[in-house]
């Protein structure tokens, strides 16, 4: 059974960091392009940063030369680095593996960004 297991969230003020954890389960992850989304109270699911299989990784605009995301298949986990965050940065942030079934969504980690 797949799973999305989202951790590191947390209260920080603008200008914090902080470090988000993905653990994958169920999937071959190292063939898994695998994308950090987030949702806002009222607002759509928005996927913020992706990373293919091969370590290519794309932003949305919003969180360029912010956000970093990486990976580490052996442990199959999947990590968000998010820097000088803002108070627009606050949502609940999930992950998820291509084709992004909704069946795979995890509970999510909240980030909130005070200002």
């Known amino acids: 059974q797949v799973g999305f297991v989202e951790s590191g969230g947390g209260l920080v003020q603008a200008g914090g960091s902080l470090s988000l954890s993905c653990r994958v389960s169920?999937?071959?992850?190292?063939?898994?392009?695998i994308g950090w989304f987030h949702q806002a109270p009222g607002s759509e699911r928005v996927m913020v940063a992706n990373i293919t299989a091969q370590g290519r990784t794309s932003y949305v605009d919003s969180v360029k030369g912010r956000f970093t995301i990486s990976r580490d298949n052996a442990k199959a986990e999947v990590y968000l680095q998010m820097n000088n965050l803002k108070p627009e940065d606050t949502a609940v942030y999930y992950c998820n593996a291509e084709p992004w079934r909704s069946a795979n969504w995890g509970e999510g980690t909240q980030v909130a960004v005070s200002s």
């Open positions: 169920g999937i071959i992850m190292a063939i898994q392009r």
